[in-house]
């Protein structure tokens, strides 16, 4: 029986779990860090247990402390959500130790998927395709370098315990394995708690296709179709899509069969995902196995209209799967993109701060978002920068992309850096509506998926001028919005109708007058350019006005010239850190002569690390930190003189 289930996770996927749990009559436990204390998971939840710390090595990954909330709260069972402990079989253990229900596979499948070396090697001798590499318990440098020449350079180092892109890594010549292989195993240390990895051969112009597996404990398994998952950045999936364009049914059933055998061969229960490359020929390689639920497993809840979690559930309680292999349905298409707080246009660093504008797509036929967030809420350097993710179904895929592009215009977000005009711009783009997917996509379309910032017109600052003073003061006749003394625009009897501003936005200063070139209605600012009306979105909060310009959302600020002037200075040679986070290795020493590009700090963030290097030759004049220090956005790390 479970009638109080503990969520061992954060952010969206504990809210989505709980979701599932309360419409089963399920009571729902969190458990939180010490930061975490106000977020939209714990206020969700029945009951929340404070773990303390911040970093998930001081809060979820703590086994005893969760176990010990589990009995403190009276649970019956513990879903591990995905990433922390989710494929941790020593986790899974100490569940069953408890007398608790894992709602995942048995600890010995995780053994045997849960090291993707192990992995390798059970496929192997399984007889399934696997890309050439090496996947052995040696570890040193001289046996990865031994490997690489083997096989070929480019080579992928990923991470054996792990998933999500932590711990992965490119190596494209034997100069750059070294460094490589360091900085991908304190990844993979940090995010999984083992360092251990293995190499490949990096296959060119792949498509990443997976399969939804999912197994009872009365020995039935089945496959609920495949996801395409190619369109990645950083080896990180950003949009997800099911069925997968272009699969025949022959090749479907090849890879869901394969994936079948796969997960019965090691004694698999409950929701599992093989992953496969899939090349230009129709032929594919076994990846790996994620033994837990997958980010992307609502596109094919949208495609087959099954609850996953309610499955986990269902199964952990001893229950055979509802339904046949040839039962399972597949109706439509569905595509989910992940919004994540970070900045496109500087390498996709994650970004921090405060949600000071959240404002999610409204409901709709065909529409789901399964946040973690909230407005007002603080985004930390500690987890993972997903913010929620937007998923949309259609009868066909075009209809799922029209719908999911107007979600995507429906959704704001202020006071931090998203990917929203980036997965906006992934979706129009020709080569996406004509499924060219490939994991090369987005390195491929860099021009178009991420073009420099355009400067913002004169128009767009007129306007910005009009939203700001109409935003500034209530209406004076609500009942009359189309009465004179209901306009918001500055004009007031025996004064100058203009009022002039000194706006800010993208780092410009401009003095602006306000006069009558747009209209604030509600949220919505009308206006007309070249001959064409037209409706912008214009959201104040604070000192801070959102108006949204060619499908961006760009925020002004007022600010003061003068102080401006008395307080502008530049860090000649200093080099800061781009986001909040944690220094990890400092490279160099004052006095040191470093060339271009060397690495000289390596900042960890959000479960990634980030190198800090030298934009040209020159001497480190002064070091500002040191290994194991916090430091914030913007602190100056090394200063350097030139050459």
């Given amino acids: ?23 089963m009559g399920i009571r729902s436990v969190a458990v939180h860090s010490a930061i975490d204390a106000d977020a939209r998971h714990v206020r969700e939840a029945d009951v929340a247990v404070n773990l303390g710390g911040a970093k998930p090595g001081e809060s979820y990954l703590l086994i005893d402390k969760i176990i010990a909330a589990a009995m ?26 408890a007398g608790l229900i894992f709602l995942g596979p048995p600890a010995s499948a995780i053994d045997a998927m849960g090291s993707k070396s192990a992995a390798k090697s059970l496929m192997e001798a399984a007889g399934v395709p696997l890309v050439p590499g090496y996947h052995g318990d040696k570890q040193d440098l001289d046996t990865f370098g031994e490997a690489a020449a083997r096989i070929g350079y480019p080579v992928l180092l990923k991470a054996a315990a792990g998933g999500g892109g932590k711990g992965m890594k490119v190596a494209e010549s034997e100069a750059q394995l070294a460094e490589t292989l ?18 490949e051969k990096y296959v060119l112009k792949p498509r990443h296709v997976e399969i939804q597996v999912f197994a009872d404990q009365h020995g039935n398994c089945l496959y609920l179709n495949e996801r395409d998952c190619s369109i990645q950045r950083r080896h990180q999936k950003v949009v997800e899509e099911a069925p997968a364009p272009g699969l025949s049914p022959e090749l479907r059933r090849a890879m869901g069969e394969a994936a079948v ?51 986990q559930i269902r199964v952990a309680r001893g229950e055979p799967l509802p339904i046949t292999q040839e039962q399972v349905p597949l109706n439509g ?88 005009a980036f997965l906006r711009r992934i979706l129009a783009h020709p080569a996406f509506a004509a499924c060219e997917l490939d994991t090369g996509f987005i390195p491929r379309h860099q021009q178009q998926l991420l073009p420099p910032p355009a400067q913002l017109p004169e128009i767009f600052w007129q306007l910005a001028a009009d939203a700001w003073v109409q935003s500034e003061t209530p209406l004076a006749r609500d009942d009359d919005p189309h009465s004179p003394w209901a306009a918001r625009s500055g004009w007031r009897s025996g004064s100058a109708a203009e009022i002039e501003l000194h706006l800010s936005c993208q780092g410009e200063n401009r003095k602006v007058c306000a006069s009558d070139q747009g209209r604030l209605q509600g949220e919505e600012l009308l206006t007309e350019i070249d001959g064409t009306r037209q409706r912008l979105r214009a959201t104040r909060r604070g000192e801070t006005l959102y108006l949204q310009w060619h499908g961006e959302l760009h925020a002004i600020t007022r600010f003061d010239p003068i102080a401006a002037a008395e307080t502008s200075h530049t860090q ?17 020493k004052p006095g040191q002569a470093v060339e271009a590009s060397t690495a000289l700090v390596v900042l960890e963030a959000m479960k990634m690390e980030h190198s800090i290097r030298a934009p040209e030759a020159g001497t480190v004049k002064a070091l ?9 956005e913007g602190a100056v790390l090394v200063e350097l003189e030139d050459a």
Avoid at 7 to 19: D, F, K, Q, T
């Fill in 72 to 97: 403190a709260s009276s649970a019956q069972a513990i879903h591990p959500g995905y990433g922390f402990l989710s494929e941790n079989a020593q986790f899974a253990r100490a569940c069953e130790d």
């Fill in 572 to 588: 000649q040679g200093g080099l800061s850190a781009p986001m909040n986070g944690s220094i990890v290795r400092v490279l160099v």
């Fill in 333 to 420: 298409h569905a595509i989910e993109v992940r919004l994540y707080a970070e900045d496109p246009d500087h390498e996709f660093l994650p970004a921090t701060g405060t949600l000071a504008l959240y404002r999610e797509a409204p409901g709709g036929e065909g529409r789901r978002i399964d946040s973690g967030v909230s407005e007002g809420d603080s985004i930390s350097p500690f987890y993972d920068p997903m913010l929620g993710k937007l998923i949309a179904w259609g009868e066909n895929r075009e209809q799922a992309r029209l719908r999911l592009l107007a979600m995507l215009d429906d959704t704001l977000v202020g006071g931090v850096k998203t990917n929203l």
């Fill in 182 to 199: 360091e900085s991908a195993q304190r990844e993979a240390q940090s995010a999984f708690g083992d360092s251990r990895m293995l190499v």
């Fill in 261 to 311: 055998k796969a997960a019965q061969a090691i004694g698999y229960v409950g929701a599992g995902t093989v992953e496969f490359l899939l090349d230009e020929r129709g032929d594919f390689f076994f990846m790996e196995m994620n033994t837990r639920l997958q980010v992307e497993h609502p596109v094919t809840e949208a495609i087959t209209g099954l609850d996953l979690v309610a499955w």
């Fill in 1 to 23: 029986m479970i009638d109080t289930l503990l969520i061992a996770n954060r952010g969206e996927i504990a809210c989505r779990v709980m979701r599932t749990a309360k419409a």
């Fill in 624 to 632: 500002y930190c040191h290994e194991g220090e916090m430091v914030s």
